[in-house]
């Protein structure tokens, strides 16, 4: 998931994936690019893991090659976050077109999404969605938040905390929350988590790190959330008279 | 959603159908079967429309034909909870042999589920889930509840609060915030809810209600519920430093 607010954006992705309840594993799905004081983007992948890996290796090769050809688009160099999220969907496309029709000959699904967080200075900070077409939408002020995989769990804690100006301390204690709900109820879904923050202005990332299975802030944060939706619901007014 | 606790079962359900976005209706989806002092049972249905009202109707015809032939076996007057649900897949599996190919290759789903939560005098409380096949599975000490329809959005809360021992007065307090989070966060389901609660060796309804979108009492314990979580998440440890 990824949020916008208006002191910034905050990311969390989990890191399961699994083709079959049979067959799960661990992959890193949010991927940063930073150039310091110019801009930071976060990327979160759902979806076909090859397809997103595909479109990740196609943006780092990009990347390698401006080293020496500076001619070369990147989502490093190019213009505008819109034009970021415009080369993603290209990437996508790209994938999508050449391994789609055979995926599904082999009865696999080829859906993927890509979240893309980032601010490159003179822009605003900016949150996209690339669906498996390669077309995007943006995050507006009405749509402070974007979820993408497993996403109902923790839906309506985001619905109920998130709005444009919630503070990024707040956004983020959200986002782990809503992640420890959805960890709770559904198997698909695990640690360790991913957690990537950039803050307006400032065109770097404040936070970027991997909270593991045995993370104490992280227990700490999940059981302090237990205990007041436990005292919370015991505190309810009687309904059955 | 139906939960089944030491004291008894609870069972909710809103009012939502649709066909598409744009075509909402309002239908009961809670049919209680009573004979006061021997037997209480809840269905809960789910699913495509036609078919749970279809299954509903052969139940309803058989008991009214019982009245005129005891013989003619219905979930009122057969021996045990899990005849009914034996008798509630049998009907489902008429309703879908007669109906499920001409509805697919109308490109609609012709899959249900009915939940059966009940007790009959010299039984247990019980609560089973009856699937399109007819087939069914009983809830177990260790599931207290089952969820049809949307169920993501409310399971997080049911999967904190509701264990056997919960009480009856918690679990209904459980199965209404639960559902206040899907209707925040999901179109498809809307007010008014049906209620209904069976004490254990009861044999009876100690509730059976329609809960209207004024209602109060539901309007005050979401509030609390809203305010309750707003004061838990304001009161988590800070994670940002």
């Not at 990437?91 to 490159?120: F, H, K």
């Not at 003179?122 to 077409?133: D, E, I």
């Not at 301390?169 to 709770?184: F, G, I, N, P």
């Not at 802030?217 to 505190?235: H, I, P, V």
């Amino acid at each position: 998931m990824a949020v916008r607010v208006d002191q910034g954006l905050v990311m969390l992705s989990d890191t399961r994936t699994n083709a079959g309840m049979d067959n799960i594993a661990r992959f890193r799905k949010t991927f940063t690019y930073v150039n310091p004081g110019e801009r930071a983007i976060a990327l979160l992948c759902s979806g076909n893991l090859s397809i997103t890996q595909g479109v990740k290796s196609m943006l780092g090769r990009a990347i390698k090659d401006s080293a020496l050809d500076p001619d070369v688009e990147t989502i490093l160099n190019c213009p505008t976050m819109h034009r970021v999220a415009q080369i993603v969907g290209e990437a996508m496309c790209a994938m999508q077109g050449q391994y789609r029709s055979t995926i599904e000959m082999q009865g696999s699904a080829a859906d993927a999404s890509i979240l893309i967080a980032g601010q490159r200075r003179g822009g605003k900070p900016r949150l996209y969605l690339v669906y498996s077409a390669g077309n995007f939408i943006e995050a507006t002020e009405d749509t402070p938040f974007f979820q993408i995989g497993e996403h109902k769990y923790g839906k309506p804690i985001l619905d109920r905390i998130i709005q444009r100006e919630t503070s990024l301390e707040e956004a983020v204690k959200a986002v782990l929350v809503s992640m420890d709900s959805t960890l709770r109820s559904n198997l698909s879904v695990g640690m360790p988590l991913d957690l990537a923050v950039i803050e307006r202005d400032a065109f770097d990332f404040r936070v970027r790190t991997r909270i593991e299975a045995d993370d104490e802030q992280f227990a700490t944060l999940s059981q302090s959330w237990s205990a007041a939706l436990r005292k919370g619901f015991e505190d309810l007014p009687d309904v059955l008279g």
